[in-house]
């Protein structure tokens, strides 16, 4: 089993040709990429079609395998993910994803909550500036 079908059927999805093709085109993606893009990008290589493309997102997304990013306009980019728990550094430039493993947040979540007088049960934190390349330019 390839390494895309096997992400397919973790998250709950049958490995068609279509899904894993799209899986495929997600793996090493360093900035998130919106369906539309995606499909863009498959389709002249004989991919799935557009809406095949924004369910299998979507499936990815609520199994917890890709994360979701705004991408302006209502629109939404997709990234495959780690399953564990981490968190995010984000380019507000160029858009690059880079993911923090949660050990690196943990302790300062809980501090911070201790200070004040909170049990954190759980966060979520992604943090934005400009990656090593953007900053240079």
């Known amino acids: 089993m390839t390494e895309a079908a096997a992400l397919a059927t973790v998250s709950g999805l049958r490995a068609t040709p279509q899904r894993v093709a799209v899986i495929r085109a997600l793996e090493g993606k360093r900035r998130p990429v ?50 564990d728990h981490h968190h995010h550094l984000i380019c507000e430039r160029c858009g690059q994803v880079v993911t923090i493993p949660s050990c690196e947040v943990e302790d300062w979540a809980s501090a911070v909550g201790r200070r004040r007088g909170f049990a954190v049960t759980g966060h979520r934190a992604d943090v934005y500036g400009l990656c090593a390349s953007c900053r240079r330019r």
């Open 34 to 83: 919106t369906a539309q893009a995606l499909h863009e990008e498959i389709r002249g290589r004989g991919g799935p079609g557009l809406a095949t493309v924004y369910r299998t997102l979507r499936a990815l997304a609520n199994a917890g395998t890709a994360e979701t990013f705004p991408a302006g306009e209502g629109e939404v980019a997709y990234k495959l993910c780690e399953v």
